[in-house]
Nanobody, 127 residues
Framework: QVQLVESGGGLVQAGGSLRLSCAASGRTFNGHAMGWFRQAPGEEREFVATVNWSDGKTYYTSSVNMKGRFTISRDNAKNAVYLQMNSLKPEDTAVYYC??????????????????WGRGTQVTVSA
């Protein structure tokens, strides 16, 4: 089992930026992919982005609300995945979760397809 720990959340003003980090511990991650999701109060968990571990290819949500503002990246040597968030809006306020797919191919956007999850990090964007 992969243990995932997110960090980098916090309170930021609208228009600001945050960089979330997710470290995989326990053993070297050599699974298929890692991704970011978010969940606002009273809402379902929402896919943000995913990156394939082997080749670094990325896939993002088609939500116009996030398009072009978020960038996912990974560092294999550090066993880490990042989410750079720019031009943040109050509607980006949510708990952001890191998740991992151990085996597979292609891109996964459904939470139920991910095997391991972190506990989340709170992002709050003030108006």
């Amino acid at each position: 089992q992969v243990q995932l720990v997110e960090s980098g959340g916090g309170l930021v003003q609208a228009g600001g930026s945050l960089r979330l980090s997710c470290a995989a511990s326990g053993r070297t991650f050599n699974g298929h992919a890692m991704g970011w999701f978010r969940q606002a109060p009273g809402e379902e968990r929402e896919f943000v982005a995913t990156v394939n571990w082997s080749d670094g290819k990325t896939y993002y949500t088609s939500s116009v609300n996030m398009k072009g503002r978020f960038t996912i990246s990974r560092d294999n040597a550090k066993n880490a995945v990042y989410l750079q968030m720019n031009s943040l809006k109050p509607e980006d306020t949510a708990v952001y979760y890191c998740a991992a797919v151990r085996r597979g191919s292609g891109f996964y956007t459904l939470p139920r397809l991910y095997d391991d999850w972190g506990r989340g990090t709170q992002v709050t964007v003030s108006a």
